[in-house]
């Protein structure tokens, strides 16, 4: 494991050491003694063969897997171990998360913190951490600088998160591009697969704009996520105003992108850019009466506060992010690559469009969604908080 320990750190006996820190490890002290490596939820037997002395032997599967290691002497066990963390320490290692991923994986995290009874460490940006430290006072956030000073052995680790190349099966058990973000991890955890919503619990509820709004998010990582329609955001932002709304933008920058593609705030809108904090954010969410956004970070937090939230992508399949009945995609053009098999995305190019690149039709995806399709789908989104009001109003009658 990187950064990890380089030998395993549990000691059995006559010599044994084991652990299940990058893998199931271990090393015996004698050659020739039998490694036996069984899955204890799917009966088979991963590994059965002789050894050195001395060396590590390592399962070639690196995610979670319950396994039941055995050492044999001849016909003579030697020692036999089930995984079992309860009461262990259990550590997560993965790069820098991102906003929305963080929301994504953290209760997925914590149930398998709960499933195992178990002393989870993950490591978090300093600047995340605060969203999340008092709905998850069971978990142990810290930097990778606060984690790497650490002096108790852990008795398992797990790489975390989206593991480029995609096909790659040895530390993610199933394809990220066809499973939604949460139920990824959720394989490669070994936790049951729905949706969770995070538990976020906002600092400050005090509600500090007047009057109606809106917050919209415009800005993302890369340049398919975008809304790449010219007229979309101005349009949608004159339409909500007319409606009677403060339209605020929060993204964190008021321009992003490359040398080729520069992506600014909509004029339109209330600048409210800045690097804020996210518990800054999130009070900002609460009272906002939607969100408006891409399949970004901020529609995953506006998802985690509780208010209804507009998502408009094309680059991924609905079936990717979070539930929402107000997704936005176009069907009639080149849609959902991030989940074609076929095509490995590269995270560090900003402007690819896998399918387009050579075509002067790029990101149609998004180009290809109207400002009359958001409009529609924002007029039902009103007409359905219109009718739950009423419904709430006519039951305290």
Request: with cysteine.
């Amino acid at each position: 494991m990187e950064g990890g320990p380089a030998l395993p750190v549990l000691e059995g006996p006559e010599g044994i050491f084991f652990d299940f820190n990058y893998g199931c490890r271990v090393q015996v002290p004698v050659s020739g003694w039998r490694v036996r490596m069984s899955d204890l939820d799917t009966f088979n037997v991963l590994m059965d063969e002789t050894v050195e002395a001395h060396s590590v032997v390592a399962s070639v599967r690196k995610y979670f897997v319950r396994f039941l290691l055995e050492v044999f002497d001849g016909d003579r066990l030697v020692f036999t171990h089930a995984f079992n963390a309860q009461g262990k320490n259990v550590r997560l290692c993965m790069d820098p998360w991102a906003l929305g991923d963080s929301i994504a994986w953290i209760p997925v995290i914590d149930a398998f913190r709960e499933q195992h009874s178990c002393e989870l460490y993950a490591p978090m940006g300093e600047h995340l951490q605060p969203l999340f430290r008092a709905g998850y006072p069971h978990l142990h956030l810290a930097t990778e600088e606060q984690l790497a000073q650490r002096t108790e052995p852990d008795y398992a680790s797990y790489y975390f998160g989206l593991m480029f190349p995609l096909s790659e099966r040895d530390h993610q058990p199933t394809d990220p591009r066809i499973s939604c973000m949460q139920d990824t991890v959720s394989y490669l955890l070994g936790v049951p697969c729905r949706e969770r919503k995070p538990n976020l619990i906002i600092a400050d509820t005090a509600r500090v704009i007047p009057g109606k709004y809106v917050c919209i998010g415009t800005q993302s990582t890369a340049q398919h996520k975008y809304w790449n329609n010219p007229a979309g955001w101005p349009t949608l932002i004159n339409y909500l105003k007319s409606l009677g709304y403060r339209v605020m933008c929060i993204d964190r920058y008021w321009q992003f992108g490359n040398d080729v593609n520069i992506n600014t705030m909509p004029a339109e809108a209330e600048d409210c850019t800045g690097n804020y904090t996210l518990q800054a954010r999130a009070s900002q969410l609460l009272h906002a009466d939607f969100f408006i956004g891409l399949g970004s970070g901020l529609s995953w937090l506006a998802w985690a506060v509780g208010i209804p939230v507009v998502m408009i992508s094309g680059f991924s399949h609905p079936s990717t992010e979070f539930r929402t009945p107000y997704r936005v995609i176009n069907f009639h053009v080149c849609n959902s690559c991030f989940n074609d098999t076929a095509i490995e995305l590269h995270p560090e190019v900003f402007a690819q469009c896998p399918r387009w690149r050579d075509d002067p039709r790029p990101f149609q995806c998004t180009t290809s969604i109207t400002p009359q399709s958001v409009m529609r789908i924002v007029d039902r989104l009103i007409r359905d908080q219109h009718a739950a009001l009423a419904a709430s109003m006519s039951v305290d009658e």
